[in-house]
Protein backbone atom coordinates (compact mmCIF):
# COMPACT_ATOMS: atom_id res chain seq x y z
CA UNK A 1 0.00 0.00 0.00
CA UNK A 2 1.54 2.99 -1.12
CA UNK A 3 0.69 6.22 0.91
CA UNK A 4 2.95 8.58 -1.03
CA UNK A 5 2.70 8.41 -4.41
CA UNK A 6 5.30 10.05 -7.26
CA UNK A 7 3.41 9.27 -10.06
CA UNK A 8 6.22 11.02 -12.91
CA UNK A 9 9.26 8.71 -12.79
CA UNK A 10 11.07 11.43 -14.72
CA UNK A 11 11.19 15.35 -16.01
CA UNK A 12 13.58 16.85 -18.41
CA UNK A 13 13.07 20.65 -18.44
CA UNK A 14 14.82 23.67 -20.31
CA UNK A 15 16.75 25.73 -17.92
CA UNK A 16 15.97 28.92 -16.70
CA UNK A 17 12.17 27.23 -17.28
CA UNK A 18 9.88 26.41 -14.56
CA UNK A 19 10.19 22.10 -12.93
CA UNK A 20 7.19 20.91 -11.27
CA UNK A 21 7.71 17.73 -9.76
CA UNK A 22 3.98 16.69 -8.06
CA UNK A 23 2.74 13.80 -5.15
CA UNK A 24 0.12 12.33 -4.47
CA UNK A 25 -0.95 10.79 -0.61
CA UNK A 26 -3.59 8.61 0.49
CA UNK A 27 -3.47 9.24 4.31
CA UNK A 28 -5.44 12.13 5.56
CA UNK A 29 -3.56 11.71 8.79
CA UNK A 30 -0.37 12.68 7.26
CA UNK A 31 -0.14 16.72 8.65
CA UNK A 32 3.85 17.52 7.71
CA UNK A 33 5.06 17.10 3.97
CA UNK A 34 9.22 17.04 3.26
CA UNK A 35 11.28 17.43 0.06
CA UNK A 36 14.38 16.03 -0.45
CA UNK A 37 16.87 16.05 -3.32
CA UNK A 38 19.16 13.18 -3.81
CA UNK A 39 22.69 12.97 -5.90
CA UNK A 40 24.20 9.34 -6.71
CA UNK A 41 25.63 8.07 -4.49
CA UNK A 42 25.10 10.96 -1.46
CA UNK A 43 22.25 10.98 0.97
CA UNK A 44 19.00 12.66 0.69
CA UNK A 45 19.06 16.61 1.34
CA UNK A 46 16.35 18.89 2.90
CA UNK A 47 14.75 21.64 0.30
CA UNK A 48 11.95 22.77 1.97
CA UNK A 49 8.78 21.56 4.21
CA UNK A 50 5.52 22.36 4.80
CA UNK A 51 2.75 22.19 7.48
CA UNK A 52 -0.42 21.33 6.79
CA UNK A 53 -2.02 24.11 7.84
CA UNK A 54 -0.73 26.02 5.09
CA UNK A 55 -1.20 25.91 1.36
CA UNK A 56 2.10 27.49 0.33
CA UNK A 57 5.42 27.59 1.69
CA UNK A 58 8.87 29.60 -0.18
CA UNK A 59 12.43 29.60 0.04
CA UNK A 60 14.61 30.90 -3.14
CA UNK A 61 13.66 29.06 -5.76
CA UNK A 62 11.58 26.42 -4.48
CA UNK A 63 7.91 26.67 -3.36
CA UNK A 64 5.96 23.81 -2.32
CA UNK A 65 2.26 24.10 -2.25
CA UNK A 66 -0.03 21.97 -0.61
CA UNK A 67 -3.69 21.19 -1.84
CA UNK A 68 -5.23 19.34 1.48
CA UNK A 69 -8.54 18.49 -0.36
CA UNK A 70 -6.75 17.02 -3.20
CA UNK A 71 -4.45 15.11 -1.20
CA UNK A 72 -1.67 16.52 -3.84
CA UNK A 73 1.28 18.68 -3.06
CA UNK A 74 3.85 19.73 -5.60
CA UNK A 75 7.54 21.56 -5.69
CA UNK A 76 7.99 24.51 -7.82
CA UNK A 77 11.71 25.05 -9.23
CA UNK A 78 11.49 28.17 -10.81
CA UNK A 79 14.60 29.31 -13.16
CA UNK A 80 15.46 25.73 -12.92
CA UNK A 81 19.29 25.23 -13.47
CA UNK A 82 21.34 22.17 -14.42
CA UNK A 83 22.54 21.83 -11.13
CA UNK A 84 19.05 20.81 -9.85
CA UNK A 85 19.28 17.80 -11.98
CA UNK A 86 18.68 14.88 -9.51
CA UNK A 87 16.19 12.55 -7.66
CA UNK A 88 13.28 14.43 -6.13
CA UNK A 89 11.73 12.62 -3.28
CA UNK A 90 8.55 13.92 -1.52
CA UNK A 91 7.68 12.42 2.40
CA UNK A 92 4.93 12.88 4.66
CA UNK A 93 4.58 12.10 8.62
CA UNK A 94 1.78 12.26 10.20
CA UNK A 95 1.47 13.63 14.23
CA UNK A 96 -0.77 11.16 15.24
CA UNK A 97 1.22 8.22 14.87
CA UNK A 98 2.72 9.33 18.51
CA UNK A 99 6.03 10.24 19.35
CA UNK A 100 7.71 9.40 16.37
CA UNK A 101 8.31 11.84 13.06
CA UNK A 102 9.06 8.74 10.63
CA UNK A 103 8.82 9.51 7.22
CA UNK A 104 6.65 7.60 4.57
CA UNK A 105 8.60 8.67 0.87
CA UNK A 106 7.52 8.70 -2.46
CA UNK A 107 9.21 6.67 -5.27
CA UNK A 108 10.92 9.41 -6.18
CA UNK A 109 11.04 11.33 -9.74
CA UNK A 110 14.17 12.14 -11.46
CA UNK A 111 14.99 15.41 -12.62
CA UNK A 112 17.20 16.93 -15.93
CA UNK A 113 17.92 20.03 -16.61
CA UNK A 114 19.12 20.55 -19.83
CA UNK A 115 21.59 23.56 -20.39
CA UNK B 1 27.31 17.96 4.16
CA UNK B 2 24.15 17.23 7.15
CA UNK B 3 26.39 16.55 10.21
CA UNK B 4 24.95 12.80 9.95
CA UNK B 5 27.87 10.40 9.54
CA UNK B 6 27.85 6.60 8.77
CA UNK B 7 30.42 4.14 8.76
CA UNK B 8 31.43 1.87 6.59
CA UNK B 9 30.63 3.97 3.33
CA UNK B 10 30.18 0.13 1.43
CA UNK B 11 30.34 -3.55 2.82
CA UNK B 12 30.67 -6.61 0.68
CA UNK B 13 29.84 -9.76 2.81
CA UNK B 14 28.42 -13.38 1.83
CA UNK B 15 24.62 -14.68 2.86
CA UNK B 16 24.53 -15.80 6.43
CA UNK B 17 26.92 -13.19 8.06
CA UNK B 18 25.81 -10.84 10.38
CA UNK B 19 27.25 -6.95 9.96
CA UNK B 20 26.82 -3.62 12.00
CA UNK B 21 26.27 -0.47 10.73
CA UNK B 22 26.95 2.96 12.46
CA UNK B 23 25.53 6.51 12.99
CA UNK B 24 26.48 9.38 14.44
CA UNK B 25 23.74 12.10 13.85
CA UNK B 26 24.25 15.89 14.19
CA UNK B 27 25.21 17.53 17.06
CA UNK B 28 22.53 18.15 19.71
CA UNK B 29 20.13 15.71 18.06
CA UNK B 30 18.26 13.41 20.09
CA UNK B 31 16.40 11.21 17.49
CA UNK B 32 17.91 8.73 15.16
CA UNK B 33 16.46 7.23 12.29
CA UNK B 34 17.48 3.86 10.11
CA UNK B 35 15.78 3.63 6.61
CA UNK B 36 16.45 0.92 3.76
CA UNK B 37 16.57 1.56 -0.24
CA UNK B 38 16.29 -0.93 -1.87
CA UNK B 39 16.63 -0.78 -6.10
CA UNK B 40 13.40 -1.49 -6.65
CA UNK B 41 11.23 0.51 -4.19
CA UNK B 42 11.83 4.22 -2.39
CA UNK B 43 13.46 4.89 1.11
CA UNK B 44 11.50 2.46 3.38
CA UNK B 45 11.05 3.33 7.45
CA UNK B 46 12.85 0.69 9.87
CA UNK B 47 13.33 1.86 13.33
CA UNK B 48 13.24 5.12 15.24
CA UNK B 49 14.93 6.25 18.39
CA UNK B 50 14.83 8.80 20.63
CA UNK B 51 17.78 9.53 23.38
CA UNK B 52 18.47 5.34 23.62
CA UNK B 53 14.77 4.39 23.81
CA UNK B 54 12.84 2.85 20.33
CA UNK B 55 9.81 5.26 19.42
CA UNK B 56 8.70 3.23 16.37
CA UNK B 57 9.39 0.30 14.02
CA UNK B 58 8.22 0.26 10.38
CA UNK B 59 8.18 -2.89 8.07
CA UNK B 60 12.19 -4.09 10.20
CA UNK B 61 12.95 -7.91 9.55
CA UNK B 62 13.22 -10.07 12.91
CA UNK B 63 16.59 -10.44 11.69
CA UNK B 64 17.72 -6.74 12.32
CA UNK B 65 18.21 -5.09 15.40
CA UNK B 66 19.30 -1.71 16.38
CA UNK B 67 20.40 0.44 19.96
CA UNK B 68 21.21 4.17 20.74
CA UNK B 69 23.61 4.59 22.97
CA UNK B 70 24.09 7.14 25.09
CA UNK B 71 26.62 8.86 23.14
CA UNK B 72 23.36 9.24 20.85
CA UNK B 73 25.78 7.26 18.52
CA UNK B 74 23.06 4.31 16.60
CA UNK B 75 23.90 0.71 15.39
CA UNK B 76 21.76 -1.18 13.12
CA UNK B 77 22.74 -4.93 13.20
CA UNK B 78 21.93 -7.10 10.25
CA UNK B 79 21.94 -11.18 10.63
CA UNK B 80 21.88 -14.02 8.53
CA UNK B 81 22.28 -11.81 5.96
CA UNK B 82 20.43 -13.07 2.42
CA UNK B 83 20.55 -11.43 -0.96
CA UNK B 84 17.35 -9.62 -0.71
CA UNK B 85 19.10 -7.67 1.68
CA UNK B 86 21.79 -5.85 -0.57
CA UNK B 87 20.52 -1.92 -0.74
CA UNK B 88 21.42 1.55 0.84
CA UNK B 89 21.34 2.19 3.99
CA UNK B 90 20.57 5.57 5.32
CA UNK B 91 20.34 7.22 8.68
CA UNK B 92 19.01 10.04 9.74
CA UNK B 93 18.54 12.19 12.79
CA UNK B 94 16.29 15.36 14.27
CA UNK B 95 16.48 17.26 17.19
CA UNK B 96 13.66 15.77 18.98
CA UNK B 97 11.12 13.30 16.75
CA UNK B 98 8.17 14.89 15.06
CA UNK B 99 7.32 17.02 12.74
CA UNK B 100 10.47 18.06 11.78
CA UNK B 101 13.28 18.09 9.38
CA UNK B 102 15.20 15.01 9.14
CA UNK B 103 18.93 15.48 7.79
CA UNK B 104 20.61 12.40 6.10
CA UNK B 105 23.89 10.66 6.20
CA UNK B 106 25.49 9.45 2.95
CA UNK B 107 24.63 5.84 3.59
CA UNK B 108 26.27 2.88 3.90
CA UNK B 109 25.70 0.62 0.88
CA UNK B 110 25.46 -3.15 1.36
CA UNK B 111 26.45 -5.84 -1.26
CA UNK B 112 25.40 -9.50 0.18
CA UNK B 113 26.99 -12.27 -2.09
Known amino acids: DQQVKQNSPSLSVQEGRISILNCDYTNSMFDYFLWYKKYPAEGPTFLISISSIKDKNEDGRFTVFLNKSAKHLSLHIVPSQPGDSAVYFC??????????????FGQGTTLQVKP | DSGVTQTPKHLITATGQRVTLRCSPRSGDLSVYWYQQSLDQGLQFLIHYYNGEERAKGNILERFSAQQFPDLHSELNLSSLELGDSALYFC????????????FGPGTRLLVL
Open chain 2, 92 to 103: ASSVEGNQETQY
Open chain 1, 91 to 104: AASAQISGNTGKLI
